[in-house]
């Protein structure tokens, strides 16, 4: 079964999911840490990944690996804001990935159109109302605590029912301090306060979470799942760098569920991928 076609007011509409490309602009982030943590090479590889064809570019700060610990406010702001203000007027799209209100507030005003918050508002309740004032789009993703204890929250009656129901209430948050419905999308948070076969359930029943009527940013990129399921003869997880290949098979998985948008490191291989399915569902 396909999702229904979904759009958020705002950002790019075209008849194909959306491809986001990500730059963490961090020292520690488990997938392209140390990488891009230096305003140059983050600005070179943002437009790198635009001209790969990503749809919008997702700038991020603080790291979100199990385990990290949190930038102060100051250093995040530092990080993330001259490259989405480069970004921007470059003319990309960009999305800020923060749960801070104070952070989010600066990359707005900075030219980013979405606040791609991972934490739904839980982690800082304010960012909802800097959202909603400046009008921006909303991306809620689902999440119970901080990376250094989220894998302590990983019981669930049953992962999707629960991952809607929460995501539920945190859209209801969102509408209460005003952002409009259709700016808002969600995210099930792949491997955030999940174990792999969660990750697997839900990228199986993701016509589940439909129910909530809203676009689906689905990120799986180059997680702990992926490696594991990759792991060599001895149990070894596959290195980081090296699951691009299983990413552009959920992508693949991803658009042809109908997902609104995917989350990737790798553009081009995604945009080749959604490409394919896009062509193939068009059926002459
Ligand atoms: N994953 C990470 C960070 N931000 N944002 C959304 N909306 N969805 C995700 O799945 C997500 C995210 C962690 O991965 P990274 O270190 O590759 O950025």
Known sequence: MSLPVRHVAGLPVVDR?????????????????????????????????????????????????????????????????????ALAAAGAAVSVDTM??????????????????????????????VVADRGSAYLAMHWRAHSDVMQQHTAYADVVAD????????????????????????????????????NWQLLQRLDELDALELPILVGSSRKSFLGTLLADSEGKPRPVLDRDDAGV??????????????????????VDAIKVVTRWRSGH
């Open 163 to 198: 991952v809607r129901d929460e995501l539920r209430q945190r859209v209801d948050a969102a509408l209460a301090a005003g952002i409009d419905l259709d700016k808002i999308a969600v995210d099930p948070g792949l491997g955030f306060a999940k174990t792999a076969d969660h």
């Open 249 to 270: 098979a959920l992508t693949t998985i991803a658009a042809i569920s109908g997902v609104w948008a995917v989350r990737v490191h790798e553009v081009r291989a995604s």
């Open 100 to 129: 801070r209100s104070e952070v989010a507030a600066a990359a707005l005003d900075a030219g980013a159109v979405l606040v791609n918050d991972v934490s739904g508002g839980l982690a800082d309740p304010s960012i909802l109302r």
């Open 17 to 85: 999911p959306l491809v986001m490309g990500v730059v963490n602009v961090t020292p520690d982030s488990f997938s392209d840490g140390g990488r891009f943590a230096h305003t140059d090479a983050a600005i070179a590889h943002g437009l790198e990944l635009r001209r790969r064809g990503a749809d919008l570019i997702d700038i991020g700060g603080e790291s979100t690996r199990p385990g990290a610990t949190r930038p102060v406010v100051a250093e995040e702001l530092n990080r993330v804001v001259p490259v989405i203000a």
